[in-house]
């Protein structure tokens, strides 16, 4: 099984993150934390790296539900959501597959709500 699934958009890594930006809105969640990898590396480590960035999406009702059925399941929110430039013009979105992360956690009602997350997850990715 695989952790995440993606797309490649022939954008600018500017564009794309505007557009996963707008969608990841459009589809109920909100963005509540972003690390720009690059920036990072660059002031600690003195190293270039691509652009690259996590934005980590919630959709409160939902984290609110997970919450209710998982005290512990913070350990894996928000969803974390990649913007990477893989060349110019072209960049890859890719969301974690919220039913392969949880399925460490013995929680029926916890995989039910992780299917429900990976259903919105998917539909934002596809309509990039």
Do not use: W
């Amino acid at each position: 099984m695989t952790y995440y699934f993606g797309k490649t958009l022939p954008v600018s890594f500017e564009a794309a993150l505007q557009r996963v930006t707008e969608a990841l809105k459009q589809g109920g969640f909100g963005i509540i934390t972003e690390i720009d990898v690059k920036r990072t590396f660059k002031e600690k480590l003195g190293t270039d790296f691509r652009n690259y960035r996590i934005l980590g999406a919630c959709n409160p009702k939902l984290a609110y539900e997970a919450l209710q059925l998982e005290d512990k399941v913070g350990t894996m929110l928000p969803c974390n959501v990649v913007v990477q430039e893989v060349a110019q013009d072209r960049t890859e979105i890719a969301a974690i597959d919220p039913v392969a992360s949880m399925q460490a956690i013995d929680n029926p009602g916890l995989k039910a709500s992780a299917q429900h997350v990976q259903t919105l997850l998917r539909k934002v990715i596809e309509s990039l």
